[in-house]
């Protein structure tokens, strides 16, 4: 790869750091290290150190998987929360994209990953022993899988509902289909198909 | 603006600061942030303190104001760079943009911002003298004007013609025209206009 001399080892270190970001090549990172060179100095060290303290101090919920301050996450301590619904999902956006909702009341479980043999991950790589041990405990009624409709997200929906089916709970799947605002002119055939065989009585 | 709970107040800064860069949104903020969380400890480290090092430990050339770890910067301190002709930039970007071409073999003097009596920058608040003095220290015989055709960018280039004119020294502009590989059907009726009007002599 051609490197550019930035004249300073100190811009070509911090120009480094941010192209080790996804999305980001090494002009926008020079773009944006130039940006905070025109900010306060204590500014620039609030940013730096709060990546680190992000990274030192962050803790995983003890039930859920779920990022958190504590060892119980705020969703998993809520005791507004319905505790008989878990949904199942891959990862801590997942979460934060359904709570952002304000639609769900349940519990989550997030696997932090799918099975992917071409990955080298299989089922024990995932904390699904964990999830069984929640269903079987007595509260749990339904579970809901929300895991992506890509192959390997398929292949993990299959072996938990396999893993889940003796337990006796619901276990469910999040609706496919035309999402609100799309023309039925641009949406795949797939979905468009899903869509119609899940038709549903018109609610008003 | 709707504030997102983030389930975690270090994840909830950590995006805060991310999306405190131009051009980064929360949601590109809050994917940036998770994919710190899955580097090693020292490499995050390493990341955040690379920006704190830069802001604390920047210096400014002293002769062309680039970015330098020296009081002086590798082009001003270069012998083997040509002393009698000075491109005037705005930015530092602008240097490194002209550098990496590897075409000019000359010195630079960073203005570090362009005339905008409508953002409150006038001559005064720019690096205008420092240039009158190097021009008129004798070494000089040319100074190349590569400043933007935007109607600040023509202001600043007219005053410094202005300024410079006097000093018998030779002032040029960078060539403008349609850029190599750029259809003429694509380019805006002023490219093309000046690029008729400042054709020269078919090298081969």
Known sequence: ?????????????????????????????????????????????????????????????NVCNMISDENICSVCSDSSRDRSIICVVESIRDVLSIENTGQYRGLYHVLGGIISPMDGVGPGDLPIKELTERVVSGEVKEVILALSTSMEGETTSFYLYKKLSGTGVQITTIARGVGFGDDLEYTDELTLGKSIENRHLFKF
Do not use: T, W
């Open 1 to 61: 790869m051609f490197r550019q001399n930035y004249s300073s080892v100190l811009l070509e270190k911090a120009v480094d750091e941010f192209s080790s970001l996804p999305g980001i090549g090494r002009k926008s990172a020079l773009r944006l290290a130039l940006h905070l060179l025109k900010q306060p100095q204590e500014n620039v060290e609030r940013f730096g150190n709060s990546f680190i303290a992000l990274r030192k101090g962050v803790k995983y919920c």
